[in-house]
Each structure stands twice: as C-alpha cells, then as structure tokens.
T-cell receptor, first 111, second 112 residues
Framework: QKEVEQNSGPLSVPEGAIASLNCTYSDRGSQSFFWYRQYSGKSPELIMFIYSNGDKEDGRFTAQLNKASQYVSLLIRDSQPSDSATYLCAVNPRGGDKIIFGKGTRLHILP | DAGITQSPRHKVTETGTPVTLRCHQTENHRYMYWYRQDPGHGLRLIHYSYGVKDTDKGEVSDGYSVSRSKTEDFLLTLESATSSQTSVYFC???????????FGPGTRLTVT
C-alpha cells in the first residue's frame, strides 16, 4: 500500500524563524511531489511542487527532494503568523492519475 | 481559484435520504476528482473522472456513485446517506504538466 507519512504536529515556530516540514513516502517510483497549505475551514491550496532531486525555491518557500531517501521537505523562511495552517504533502506514484495525500502537519507561528 | 464551484456549500440531511453534490468547472479540464476529508484520515479519494462518461473508483468509493455527462459538471451521489458519510467533500481538477490538482471550496455534509 502506497503511503505518505507526516508528523501531525503541532509544530510551533517563533515568528521570523525557519519552519521545516517533513514528509516520507513509500513508493520508490514516485515522480511528482506537492505541498498544499490548508487554513482551518478552507480548501487545500497548492503552494509548491517538485519533480527533480534537489531544491526548488519560490519566495520564502523552498521544497527539497531526496528520492534515494524517499524524503521531501518544505522550508518556510522568515515565518509569519499568516503561515499558521496545516501543510499537506502529496505524492503522485509513477505518473498515474491519482495523488496520495499525507494527513498533514499543523504549523503554529508564535508572534 | 481554477474556476471551480461546489454546490451546495452546506447541507444537513437525514439517514437514508439520497444526496447529490455538484462540482462545476469553467476551464474545460479533462480530469475531475471527489475527495472527502475527515479528522485523523486526511484527504481520501472517492471517485475521479478522466473524461465525459469516464470514471473510476478511489480508495473509499463504497456508498458513492458519480456521473459526468458534460465536461464542466461532475456529480457525486450518496444513494442512501449514512452518518459515516458526514464529512467535508472537496472537488478538484487536474491541470498542468505533468500533474497538479486544484481544489474547489468544499461542501460540508452532515447526516443526522
């Protein structure tokens, strides 16, 4: 069974610090990796995607992928209170039609 | 917002009644998905569609059926609602190369 694992949190980070969110996946053949942000009572919002090993940066967000270790992470620099949300990791196994979601990590930025 | 709307946004219904949720998109996407989200379980795929009249099951399809008679609409039907189907239901479309999903605003369904 293909799985995506995340620590449920909550992860508490002081404002201005770097928040580090981690995700592991079971299917070694997975090809595409996504990070969604979900505010309470709202729908998931795609914030980053990554396909190749290494880092991908977009503003304050950096996604990191290590396929050998089956590990993907999201770094949020200069954390703001507005970053407080649940972050969902998602994986597309082997280019199929579906993606599998982790259960999410709750992030709390402390003012 | 990827041009996705869901209706109704909130619904309360009684056990045993049929319920239909609608997902509407305006951008001619081929792929559409229905998920449910529950505490402790995360997002789980119910059914998806890869074209008009083309659908397939997800991991939690029991008790649900879907239909897609035109590109813009994907309907999710609970033939006889049960309390275990109380949940938040999200529709999503697939866009981009090779793969990105974007979500609608969700429908909160309560079965009493």
């Amino acid at each position: 069974q293909k799985e995506v694992e995340q620590n449920s949190g909550p992860l508490s980070v002081p404002e201005g610090a770097i928040a580090s969110l981690n995700c592991t996946y079971s299917d070694r053949g997975s090809q595409s990796f996504f990070w969604y942000r979900q505010y309470s009572g709202k729908s998931p919002e795609l914030i980053m995607f990554i396909y190749s090993n290494g880092d991908k940066e977009d503003g304050r967000f950096t996604a990191q992928l290590n396929k050998a270790s089956q590990y993907v992470s999201l770094l949020i620099r200069d954390s703001q209170p507005s970053d407080s949300a649940t972050y969902l990791c998602a994986v597309n196994p082997r280019g199929g039609d579906k993606i599998i979601f982790g259960k999410g990590t709750r992030l709390h930025i402390l003012p | 917002d990827a041009g996705i709307t869901q209706s109704p946004r909130h619904k309360v219904t009684e056990t045993g009644t049929p319920v239909t949720l609608r997902c509407h998109q305006t951008e001619n996407h081929r792929y559409m998905y229905w998920y449910r989200q529950d505490p402790g379980h995360g997002l789980r795929l119910i059914h998806y569609s890869y074209g008009v009249k083309d659908t397939d099951k997800g991991e939690v399809s029991d008790g649900y059926s879907v239909s897609r008679s035109k590109t813009e609409d994907f309907l999710l039907t609970l033939e006889s609602a049960t309390s275990s189907q109380t949940s938040v239901y999200f529709c999503a479309i697939r866009d981009g190369v090779p793969y990105e999903q974007y979500f609608g605003p969700g429908t909160r369904l309560t079965v009493t």
